[in-house]
């Protein structure tokens, strides 16, 4: 389609797929309309495919200009994501490039009204039992949490479905170990208050608000060493 001006770009209706490639210097357009206080979650796939796609994404009014602009995302690196609330009714335009202007990088972008998720909380389940799954991101605002059942030697990531009250899905993946998963207490009138672990196993939870301190205790042998890795960012 000839999209690479803004005042050529392409109308699409919510919610929508859209599969491109990059031109390189080239910049892609797409058009929207939207009322005002309208939440359009924007999820741009290419690196989670493997395509060699760097994307730099901006939302412009009808008079071409910035209303957002966004890059990398902490959860998804270089795949941008994002949620635009319209401050107004009208039509507002996505351009979309490469940060690197390299040519030949193919994407995926998702608009519509789904969550954004970031990790499940926890980011582990044991195999073999049910677990209560709630869910951290940047827009997850009507999403409920699920329970899982993992199989008992199954495969180590599943792939969940998110759905909020748009009924329209995002995703995250959950790992799964046959060790136990203990998870934060976080009791309101008791902040520091330890959650009960066991050695060998695993430690969860999420660090929030600002300055928020998780607390575990655990048995320990005299003279045995206990090793600890943190899984995070990674």
């Known amino acids: 389609t000839n999209n690479h ?3 050529s770009p392409q109308d699409v209706s919510l919610p929508t797929a859209i599969d491109g490639a990059c031109d390189g210097t080239v910049f892609d357009y797409y058009r929207i309309t939207a009322k005002a206080g309208q939440g359009v979650a924007c999820d741009l796939l290419a690196t989670r495919l493997g ?3 760097d994307p730099v994404v901006r939302v412009l009014d009808a008079a071409g200009n910035q209303v957002l602009a966004a890059d990398d995302d902490a959860a998804t690196a270089a795949d941008t994501r ?7 009714d009208g039509q507002y ?18 608009l519509g009204e789904f969550p954004l998720v970031s990790t499940p909380l926890p980011l582990v389940a044991t195999s073999g039992l049910v677990s ?12 409920s949490p699920l329970s899982v059942l993992t199989t008992a030697g199954g495969p180590e990531t599943i792939p969940l479905t998110v759905r909020s009250s748009s009924g329209q899905p995002g995703w995250t993946t959950l790992l799964t170990s046959e060790l136990p998963v203990a ?3 976080n009791l309101p009138d008791k902040p520091d208050e330890p959650a009960a672990a066991s050695i060998p196993g695993l430690f969860a939870g999420k660090l929030d608000p600002a300055k928020d301190r998780d607390a575990f205790t655990f048995a320990a042998t005299k003279g045995t060493p206990v090793a600890f890795r943190s899984i995070s960012r990674s």
């Open 183 to 185: 998870l934060e207490a």
């Open 132 to 143: 209560q799954i709630a869910w951290t991101g940047p827009a997850i605002d009507g999403t």
């Open 5 to 7: 001006a803004t005042a």
């Open 51 to 53: 395509w060699d796609f």
């Open 82 to 88: 994002f949620v635009f609330a319209a401050p107004a």
């Open 93 to 110: 335009v996505l351009e979309l490039r490469d940060n690197r202007y390299k040519p030949g990088g193919r994407y995926r972008l998702r």
